[in-house]
């Protein structure tokens, strides 16, 4: 018969459980993390091919690693280190496949703010653009980087956390993020200057407006200035 734990039991008693070989922990830990990972995994590597490669990588090493938990930092920022290691490995060894587009999303993921839902047809695929223009910005970072601003501005993490996955102080990941942000933006203003002189030719997509402000895709970048 499976076993099913209930919500109530904690990350580190599952982890225990798991170091001892206990299946029905390991699943409980994977239900519970296994889209925060896959998020990570998304965001880093910019593709769900990618993505869907590692995340189920990261769990058999969680699996195999976890008589080895000791409880010095939760169960979900050890999770996240074995994953932000993984997918910085993968970067580095060139083995990503390509860089994400906006049709590579699933409907969730594309899914607007309530406060655009009266945008514009036009207004639509700016924005849409602005998502591609990020997306390629992001892939043209170092791995550091993009772990940085992921780890930070997509996934939410605190400066503490980020230390505790990545052992870099705070001190310093405040002033490598400054520095991502920076490189994030000029590859912004790059992109959006070949997507620019693009449509000036003539070449814009359908319901796409001429001479689009180059400042318009740059709403994101500005967005992580935090």
Known sequence: MRIV???????????????????AAFQALYERHHRMIYNLAFRMLGNHA???????????????????????????????????NMAMDRLRSARVGREVFWDDLTPVEKEIPDREAAETPEEALLRQEDHRTLAGAMSRLGAEDRLLVTLYHLQGLSYAEIEEITGITPVNIKSKLFRARRRLRENMQAQQKDTVEIFEKGDAPDGMPQNTDAADGLRMAAALGR
């Open 5 to 23: 734990y209930p919500e109530g039991i904690g990350d580190e008693t599952l982890m225990m459980r798991c170091g001892r070989g206990d299946q």
């Open 50 to 84: 990618d993505a869907e490669e590692v995340t189920p990588d990261v769990f058999v090493k969680v699996w195999q690693k976890a008589a080895e938990f000791r409880g010095h930092s939760r169960v979900s920022t050890w999770i996240y280190r074995i994953a932000a």
